[in-house]
């Protein structure tokens, strides 16, 4: 691969993690799944992708997200949140902030348009993310930071590109039947090994992967019980509050459409300096590692913990469902040059070629209904 070098810090940091890595193998008979491998690179402590000190976000980072490109994005979504939280409490909670970009821009948009909110709670796993949240939301006291899931809540939570970021189970088909791969060490080099799926994993593989006998052999994928986790978590946290909905973005697919065919590698996908491969191996803890998401997983796994589905659309929807087309046009297309580059960013959310389409909202709550405008375009039918 030609990818940017990194400096000297950051591959001491790497070649740390991967020592760090390999012990752990030598200490497990020469082998881990891959979801803890997944684990390590992303969040070991201090050397992990996310729990390290190199930027992630925006154009000195590895990739871009929603917040980054509009802050009509973030607008969009205080709106969304004053009619979740008219029904529960003037609380929002975020997870996985970023910079902290979504928050400022929720939290201005609510100034400006009277939406009261109380506390907006952001839990994150970056100390560097969260120094940098901490810096960009000086100005609003009411933000707090959370170590981890509370007990309880009532009001809005978001989640924009949580999901995929979480660590995942790879599989593979074989003559033998399904396999999980796991990471073990040849010639000083990570390396995947099969190993029969064992109880637990088999059990998901059953679950969440339609039709998984008919599969054909050597068909790669992957399964998603850490995030199914998160949402039983997220469950827990809702239905013991008083009321409250979740409003989940990210790139992936229902069942039906995500263990097809012509995916038969998988979605695994990595991202370093603003370029994209499949190589998971390559320095760990200077890159991202993701895996598309299975909503309908997700939405099983939601739904079995006591929480309602209220909608699942792409993100196109989604966001001119809940007015995005009427902040854009809060600027005057005749103000060209400030109105043209709010249009193309608008562009970029919504079209079907960039974020509009490939990226999907998943909502779900408890004791709320979402605005009939929102519910027009809702496909929970397809999960």
Request: glycine share 8%.
């Amino acid at each position: 691969m030609s990818l940017p070098a990194p400096d000297s810090d950051a591959l001491a940091a790497s070649h740390a993690l991967q020592h760090q890595i390999a012990a752990e193998i030598a200490r497990n008979d020469g082998a881990i799944p891959f979801v803890r491998f997944m684990e390590l690179a992303l969040y070991a402590p201090d050397l992990g992708y996310y729990s390290g000190g190199a930027a992630k976000l925006g154009k000195d980072g590895d990739f871009t997200t929603a917040p980054e490109i509009s802050p009509l994005f973030g607008a969009t979504l205080a709106h969304v949140a004053a009619a979740i939280m008219a029904q529960t409490a003037p609380r929002i909670l975020e997870f996985g902030a970023g910079t902290g970009k979504l928050a400022r821009d929720i939290l201005t948009e609510a100034a400006q348009a009277g939406i009261a909110i109380e506390q907006y709670a952001i839990v994150e796993l970056s100390g560097e993310l969260r120094a940098r949240q901490e810096l960009a939301l000086a100005g609003f006291p009411q933000v707090v930071w959370l170590d981890g899931f509370p007990d309880s809540f009532e009001g809005a939570v978001f989640g924009n590109e949580v999901l995929d970021a979480m660590p995942v189970n790879l599989i593979s088909k074989t003559p033998a039947g399904w396999c999980e791969l796991d990471v073990s060490i040849a010639d000083g080099q990570f390396v995947f090994v099969e190993r029969l799926a064992g109880d637990d994993v088999a059990a998901q593989i059953a679950a969440q992967v339609p039709d998984a006998d008919a599969l054909p052999v050597g068909y790669v994928s992957e399964i998603h019980g850490v995030a199914c986790g998160f949402m039983r978590s997220l469950a827990r946290m809702l239905t013991n509050g008083k009321g409250g909905a979740a409003v989940l973005f990210d790139y992936g697919f229902p069942a039906h459409e995500y263990y097809l065919d012509l995916r038969a590698t998988g979605t695994l996908m990595c991202h370093y300096r603003h370029h994209a491969h499949a190589e998971p191996f390559y320095l760990p803890g200077l890159q991202d590692i993701t895996a598309h998401v299975d909503f309908t997983a997700m939405a099983v796994a939601a739904q079995d913990a006591g929480l309602d589905v209220l909608a699942y659309m792409n993100q196109a929807s989604f966001l001119l469902g809940a007015g995005l087309g009427d902040l854009l046009l809060r600027t005057d297309p005749q103000q060209v040059k400030t109105y043209l580059p709010q249009a193309s960013a608008v562009q970029k959310l919504v079209s079907p070629a960039e974020m509009g389409e490939l990226f999907k909202v998943l909502v779900v709550g408890h004791k709320v209904a979402l605005p009939e405008a929102l519910l027009s375009s809702d496909r929970s039918h397809r999960l």
